[in-house]
């Protein structure tokens, strides 16, 4: 495994939101930083009670430098909608801050973030939950609950129910929105992804 230095010495320890969203382009936690277009920091509310986490900025989100707004974010949108949630009240951001792809003639494919590259991006992870401090996380596919609920959890099986964070904190696990956006059943699996949402809203009651 590659060893990176990590994001803990470009993450700000003091000072709120504005700074951290200064300082994330200049990151040098790990190698991400060196094709991708930009970091792209998380969004909304810094009192939101729910934060959702997802995995890492796809290609439209790398070109634009705003997260979830490419198709995974559009079904992100819609099943907020369905679940009651209104995404302008949450603060939503990825496990890893930085696209990881690679080229395929002109098209650039995404590639799931390494083990070393979550843990080498998650001070910035963790200083969004220290500002945030929500209330109830939302961890979205398997790399978000690599970085939040360890390695060893499983998403398919411990999927929309109360979960403890290892910080403290309440948690619901899900899929990530792209692997509904894949299904070959999409009825069915977009039904279960509102319904975890559906879970994490209950919560918050
Ligand atoms: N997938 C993610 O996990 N995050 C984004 O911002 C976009 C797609
Ligand atoms: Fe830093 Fe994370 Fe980007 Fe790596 S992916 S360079 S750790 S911001």
Redesign the pocket.
């Known amino acids: 495994m590659t060893k990176y230095p990590g994001?803990q010495e470009w993450v700000p320890h003091d000072g709120g939101m504005r700074k951290v969203r200064a300082a994330?382009g200049d990151?040098?936690?790990?190698d991400?930083?060196e094709d991708a277009e930009q970091?792209v920091p998380g969004e909304g509310p810094v009192r939101a009670r729910m934060m959702l986490v997802g995995e890492t900025p796809g290609d439209h989100e790398d070109k634009e430098g705003h997260v979830f707004v490419g198709p995974a974010g559009h079904l992100l949108d819609k099943a907020l909608v369905e679940a009651g949630i209104d995404r302008s009240t949450v603060y939503l951001t990825n496990a890893?801050?930085?696209f990881r792809f690679e080229r395929q003639g002109k098209r650039r494919i995404h590639k799931t973030p390494a083990a070393s590259?979550i843990t080498?991006?998650h001070p910035?992870l963790r200083r969004e939950l220290e500002i945030v401090k929500p209330s109830l996380v939302v961890v979205m596919g398997s790399v978000a609950a690599k970085a939040l609920l360890g390695s060893t959890f499983r998403v398919t099986q411990e999927r929309g129910r109360r979960l403890e964070l290892p910080g403290g904190g309440l948690a619901v696990a899900t899929v990530h929105p792209s692997a509904v956006v894949r299904s070959e059943e999409f009825r069915r699996d977009f039904g279960r992804f509102v319904d975890d949402l559906r879970v994490a809203v209950g919560l918050l009651d």
């Open positions: 994001a994330l990151c040098r936690g790990c991400l930083w970091a890893v801050k930085h590259q080498a991006c910035w």
